[in-house]
């Protein structure tokens, strides 16, 4: 396995512009998984794929927040008319459930989102 | 909010085994306890977990009390590289599937 890649690994943008992150899962890992890290804080959940399928949604996600999985394979995750707020780490991670380690999630080294 | 409490930070010299312990005291039959943790501007790190027994892998070995309340992860010979946020994570296997994440405990191994 090649591990859980995400692009880019950091981005800068003005306030108000537009952000899409990628990523890819650990090759056939049917779940998919988005969280957010602020500075001092663990990772925070923000949305869960089952293949294509968007099966949770955390509060956290905003209107402004968008994340898709159109082939059940890569994802994005895209923000609309970014905050400053919305300056942090964006972490993928992915699973597939097998009878030796369950459903554990791998994660991947994060996207570094800073907005001015 | 995180089921789970860890100290905030531990230290450790280098070479001996650290221990990072972990109460969750209101776990569920069905949940499991992982471990797992974070270097500097990296992604989180799997590292084990169980359900009643203890475990160990390559990695680290998990000692769980027997009434469940409690854990302890050991790393039997800390090395400098080892110095990170350690996470302790209680959840269902197959249920809610987010992983709800505490402050963790940040392990310093001193040379």
């Known amino acids: 396995d090649t591990g859980v890649s995400q692009d880019p690994r950091h981005k800068i943008t003005k306030r108000g512009q537009n952000v899409t992150f990628r990523c890819d899962p650990i090759s056939e890992h049917n779940r998919l998984y988005w969280y957010r890290q602020t500075l001092g804080q663990g990772p925070e959940f923000l949305t869960y794929f089952q293949n294509e399928a968007q099966l949770e949604k955390s509060r956290l996600l905003s209107d402004r927040f968008s994340a898709e999985r159109p082939k059940g394979s890569f994802s994005t995750l895209e923000i609309q008319r970014t905050e400053q707020g919305d300056s942090a780490m964006y972490l993928c991670?992915?699973?597939?459930?097998?009878?030796?380690?369950?459903?554990?999630?791998?994660f991947g080294p994060g996207t570094r989102l800073t907005v001015l | 909010d995180a089921k789970t409490t860890q100290p905030t930070s531990m230290d450790c010299a280098e070479g001996r085994a650290a221990n990072l312990p972990c109460n969750h005291s209101t776990i569920s039959g069905n949940e499991y306890v992982y471990w797992y943790r974070q270097i500097h501007s990296q992604g989180p790190q799997y590292i084990i977990h169980?359900?009643?027994n203890n475990e160990t892998n390559e990695m680290a070995s998990l000692i769980i009390t027997e009434d469940r309340k409690s854990s302890t992860l050991i790393l039997p010979h800390a090395t400098l590289r080892d110095t990170a946020v350690y996470y302790c994570?209680?959840?269902?296997?197959?249920?809610?599937?987010?992983?709800?994440f505490g402050k963790g405990t940040k392990l310093t191994v001193n040379p």
């Open positions: 169980g359900l009643k």
């Open positions: 994570i209680v959840r269902v296997e197959g249920g809610s599937e987010k992983l709800v």
């Open positions: 991670a992915s699973s597939q459930w097998t009878s030796a380690r369950g459903d554990t999630q791998y």
